[in-house]
């Protein structure tokens, strides 16, 4: 089965530093990879995805992340976070091709990012 | 477009009351889902529908039921609502199709918050 491990559920970071978030997964099959944010008593929006070729993934808002496949690991990373980045963070999974579970996503907890000034 | 459009916003229920939340999206879209969000828990799939007329399990289905109306719309019932069913839901749907340009992301609804009491 799946699961998503998002290492850090709270990262503090002053406005301007460099962020990063991790994420691990497990899967026997290959997969797909995402990074939704979710905005206080918002839904989620989509930040980025992996599907296929380069493993770095360049998303909005000045995001990127990095598919490890070696590793099993999609690690989202800013060089200069905002005050307006301050939220939380998913990462998810998708299995490639598995039937009636096709598109079906695993979540990983969550991280807080805040932004201090 | 509305993307994806879930109603109500709020509910507070009694213990033992019932109660469907509604969804639909517009993006023709084949599959949908239902999540709840719980502090610390990252989202947790309830059911799902990959496709129209089908209906699946997913990580917490107990307490609820779903119905898959047509392609647009996937309702959620809580037949005797539990103050463990309080929490956040989110409906999402997306499209997985096997051609080029395939796109498995989720496009989430702004969630309906639930307090039973």
């Known amino acids: 089965a799946q699961s998503v491990t998002q290492l850090d559920s709270q990262v503090p970071v002053f406005e301007e530093a460099p962020v990063e978030l991790r994420c691990n997964y497990s899967?026997?099959?290959?997969?797909?990879l995402f990074w939704y944010v979710q905005y206080p008593n918002q839904g989620l929006q989509l930040l980025l995805k992996?599907?296929?070729?380069?493993?770095l993934v360049k998303g909005i808002n000045g995001f990127e992340a990095e598919f490890n496949k070696s590793q099993t690991s999609f690690h989202l990373r800013k060089p200069s976070v905002h005050i307006s980045d301050t939220a939380e963070y998913f990462c998810?999974?998708?299995?490639?091709?598995?039937?009636?579970?096709?598109?079906?996503?695993?979540f990983g907890r969550g991280t807080q990012l805040t932004v201090w000034p | 477009n509305a993307g994806v459009t879930q109603t109500p916003k709020f509910q507070v229920l009694k213990t033992g009351q019932s109660m469907t939340l509604q969804c639909a999206q517009d993006?023709?879209?084949?599959?949908m889902y239902w999540y709840r969000q719980d502090p610390g828990m990252g989202l947790r799939l309830i059911y799902y529908?990959?496709?129209?007329?089908?209906?699946d399990k997913g990580e917490v289905p107990n307490g609820y039921n779903v119905s898959r109306l047509n392609k647009r719309e996937f309702s959620l019932r809580l037949e005797s609502a539990a103050p463990s069913q309080t929490s956040v839901y989110f409906c999402?749907?997306?499209?997985?199709?096997?051609?080029?340009?395939?796109?498995?992301?989720?496009?989430f609804g702004p969630g309906t918050r639930l307090t039973v009491t």
């Open positions: 999402a749907s997306s499209v997985q199709t096997a051609t080029g340009g395939l796109s498995y992301e989720q496009y």
């Open positions: 899967s026997s099959v290959s997969v797909y």
């Open positions: 992996y599907l296929s070729g380069s493993t």
């Open positions: 998810a999974v998708s299995e490639v091709g598995r039937g009636s579970t096709l598109g079906r996503l695993y």
């Open positions: 993006m023709n879209h084949n599959s």
């Open positions: 529908s990959a496709s129209e007329g089908t209906t």
